[in-house]
């Protein structure tokens, strides 16, 4: 006879893994795209007219594939399923709340709000939690765009 336990087990551990990695992938996404940035200045400095190094083309799909490897990898280590339903949205939608946390205190509120997604997202994968995940993903998601087109 299979029977199921009573009480879920604890998603703070898992929940907060995937925090502490969201936070590491957007302090490493907001230093690598500066240092990039630096890179192309000092590179493009003597040219007058349009100018683009092989990192400006190079950035975006190297964060995200790299971000995508340490998702899979931590993921899996955590027990967070089913991932195919929570890695594409913390990789293509993170993009907004850390822009708008950059673009109004710097890379340290990137850094926390990278780190926020990546829990409230992660929280969606427990049907226990799912609505609250998806009503604080949601939350931050919409704050964030307003910030950044108002």
């Known amino acids: ?20 990695t969201g936070a590491v992938l957007a302090c490493g996404a ?16 003597k040219t007058d007219g349009l100018c683009w190094t092989w990192w400006d083309w190079a950035a975006i ?44 205190a710097g890379w340290w509120t990137a850094t926390i709000a990278g780190g926020t997604w990546s829990g409230f997202v992660a929280l969606t994968a427990w049907s226990r939690y799912r609505i609250l995940g998806v009503t604080a993903s949601a939350t931050l998601l919409l704050a964030s765009l307003i910030v950044l087109y108002r």
């Open 1 to 20: 006879m299979n029977t199921s336990p009573t009480e879920p087990r604890p998603v703070i551990p898992q929940v907060s893994g995937a925090a502490v």
């Open 30 to 45: 907001v230093y690598f795209f500066s240092w990039v940035r630096r890179d192309s200045d000092q590179a493009c400095e």
């Open 61 to 104: 799909p190297l964060t995200l594939a790299a971000a995508l490897i340490t998702l899979i990898i931590v993921y899996k280590q955590l027990d967070i399923r089913p991932r195919l339903a929570v890695i594409p949205p913390t990789i293509l939608l993170a993009p907004f709340p850390l822009l708008a946390a950059q673009a109004n």
